[in-house]
């Protein structure tokens, strides 16, 4: 459960502390006071990723060199009185410097602060879930499979830093000839290996993911919307990779359609194939719902998703994610926002925004904790309703 998140120079937040207690928490003011920036924050301190800025700089405020992020957790079920059961999560990020982690004063990996925090998430950039770019998806999948499979962090960044190396030789040799472009090639090929190596592991984790997540996400969506066909979920790729395949198997496909697409890279000078270009679709009755779902069906697969996402990452001594909630309810019609609000309040703690409180189910105000956002003059402030 979360006690406190402090910020200090994080977009419009100068240097703020939030307290918080257990149940539904919700966090209401102006569209721009800073309520998505503690959504923002929690994502950060539990994967070590933002759904609105990549690189993690863009958090630090104008002017600022670094931003700090402090979460205060206590474990579930366990004594207030406890020191043991508390801890504090900490991300400092640099303007030019690497983003620092740490955990109880003590620097550690992002990871260990996933250890400590895991959250379940719905934020308006996933709205386009069904039908908007790929990257959405793959988004998506990255931040369940960060906080699901232990060592997927590690290899997505690993990915994603061979493939800018990657390109940026790719790059070079498109703009020079003879000894330089060849020696661009020859600088390539160790980037080349890390790219499929981890790639692999990023192709596999995804697959393990979905096959997880089916039935899961097959009972949340009945439970959603028991009018609607059978849902399904299928991972696209060049390779056409299958549920179960192995590393191994991963591998040979990925090297495979590096080799031929070699000439054509050439031409253009960027990596054309990987898991940084892969896809979801999700299935209705047989169909592709990219193109046949209604805004209705489109909201239940996201509600379906996130009950999904939250069994998944229950622990095994029952404890679920911290559930976040950015502007959620505007997107629902009152019948999935029943089921919304039946499910989160049943949980040990949910945080919420919204821009006023009407716009909200009155039984849920009712029963949370709330707290009015608001810019000040030196910067964004919380207030306790």
């Avoid at 690497?98 to 990996?109: D, E, F, I, V």
């Avoid at 060592?151 to 790059?171: C, D, P, V």
Wanted: hydrophobic letters at 40%; charged letters at 25%.
């Amino acid at each position: 459960m979360i006690e406190r998140v402090r910020l200090q120079q994080v977009r419009s937040w100068t240097a703020g502390d939030i307290a918080f207690t257990g149940g539904p928490q919700i966090l209401w003011g102006a569209n721009g006071a800073g309520k998505t920036t503690v959504i923002e924050a929690l994502l950060v301190a539990a994967t070590g990723r933002s759904h609105r800025a990549s690189p993690l700089r863009e958090l630090v405020q104008e002017g600022a060199k670094n931003g700090l992020i402090g979460v205060g957790v206590r474990d579930n079920g366990e004594h207030a009185d406890d020191p043991l059961a508390h801890s504090v999560l900490a991300v400092e990020i640099g303007r030019t410097e690497r983003t620092r982690y740490s955990l109880n004063g003590t620097a550690r990996r992002s990871e260990a602060l996933g250890e400590r925090l895991k959250v379940a998430t719905f934020v308006p950039e996933e709205t386009g879930l069904v039908i908007g770019a790929p990257a959405i998806r793959r988004t998506a999948l990255d931040r369940i499979a960060i906080q699901w499979r232990p060592g997927y962090r590690a290899a997505l960044t690993r990915y994603e830093r061979s493939l800018k190396q990657r390109n940026r030789l790719l790059k070079d040799a498109l703009e020079s000839d003879g000894a330089a472009r060849r020696a661009a090639a020859a600088e390539m090929a160790p980037w080349t290996a890390l790219l499929i190596e981890s790639g692999a592991e990023l192709v596999t984790a995804r697959l393990a993911l979905l096959d997880a997540l089916a039935q899961p996400l097959s009972a949340a969506h009945r439970e959603v919307a028991p009018e609607e066909e059978a849902l399904s979920v299928h991972y696209l790729s060049r390779e056409k990779h299958q549920l179960g395949e192995s590393a191994t198997a991963a591998a040979a496909r990925l090297r495979q359609s590096f080799d031929e697409t070699a000439e054509s890279e050439g031409y253009q000078g960027h990596t054309l194939v990987g898991p940084h270009r892969d896809d979801l679709a999700f299935h209705a009755g047989g169909r592709n719902l990219a193109t046949t779902a209604s805004r209705g069906q489109q909201r239940s697969l996201l509600i379906a998703l996130l009950f999904a996402e939250i069994e998944l990452l229950t622990d095994s001594a029952g404890r679920p994610p911290l559930l976040l909630l950015d502007d959620a309810f505007s997107e629902l019609d009152p019948e999935r926002r029943d089921h919304l609000v039946e499910r989160l309040t049943a949980l040990p703690q949910a945080i919420i925004t919204t821009t006023a409180l009407k716009d909200l189910v009155p039984r849920l105000v009712k029963r949370s904790t709330c707290s009015e956002i608001m810019r000040g003059a030196n910067g964004s402030e919380a207030r306790s309703a």
